[in-house]
């Protein structure tokens, strides 16, 4: 999968044959939704950008604090726990 970066903010790329555009979202945010589309990549990033400070503004017009994205996680597991995960397939 493709991604794109603005101010922190990090927003997927898919395409979707039944809209036939570029589709994404605002990756991490629990509670917010930032949805953007485009014809082409340039109109996609154009209107992801345009989401994020969009995000902005009506957070301060609000009077609170933009979410910041939830970072990743990467664990190790003991080998016994990755089988017990397998088992379940």
Same mark, same amino acid.
């Given at each position: ?68 994205? !939830? !970072? ?14 397998? !088992?379940?397939?």
């Amino acid at each position: 999968m493709n991604y794109l970066h603005y101010k922190g903010y990090t927003g997927s790329v898919k395409y979707s044959e039944a809209d036939g555009c570029f589709v994404g979202k605002v990756l991490g945010l629990k509670h917010d939704l930032i949805l953007y589309e485009g014809n082409d990549i340039d109109e996609l990033r154009a209107d992801f950008e345009d989401g994020i400070e969009s995000y902005f503004e009506c957070c301060e017009e609000l009077g609170i604090a933009p979410r910041k994205p !939830a !970072a990743s996680l990467n664990v190790s597991v003991p080998v016994e726990a990755h089988e017990q995960i397998y !088992a379940f397939d």
